[in-house]
């Protein structure tokens, strides 16, 4: 859902590749992971096939919408932890990264997205993804 309480469905986020990252301002590794996360995805903004969709879990919407700033068009919440459930998420912070819609690696706890390694396994997906097109279905909406 956005920041309102209006459902928000969660496939007309997606792009071809996507990061799923299931967060919380409570949470102190992901408070401090977001802005390494943000710098990464930064670099590919302008990349139809990329997309960054951040979940904000069990959160506050104001204190969430603060924290990312200008990121908040990419913010949903999950007020229950139902979406992140479905995706097999019990701790924060977790990422998910999905290649048409299915979930190609999970990244468990804070990642170090500045890590070449942790680039390349986004990167390979991104050079290999078909050209954009909208996509619909998707897990339902947070």
Not at 107 to 121: C, I, K, L, N, Y
């Amino acid at each position: 859902m956005d920041a309102a309480g209006r459902p928000q469905p969660l496939g007309e986020r997606l792009a071809p590749v996507t990061l799923l990252h299931f967060w919380a301002t409570w949470c102190a590794p992901c408070v401090k992971e977001i802005p390494r996360l943000r710098a990464f995805t930064d670099t590919l903004r302008d990349d139809p096939d990329f997309r960054l969709v951040l979940v904000a879990v069990e959160d506050n919407p104001e204190q969430a919408q603060t924290f990312v700033g200008n990121a908040a068009p990419l913010l949903l919440f999950d007020p229950r932890g139902d979406v992140a459930h479905r995706y097999g998420t019990f701790q924060l912070p977790e990422t998910y990264l999905l290649v048409n819609g299915g979930v190609a690696r999970k990244f468990v706890g804070s990642t170090d997205w500045s890590q070449p390694e942790v680039r390349a396994a986004v990167l390979r997906h991104l050079e290999a993804a078909p050209p954009a097109t909208p996509m619909t279905g998707g897990e339902g909406a947070p």
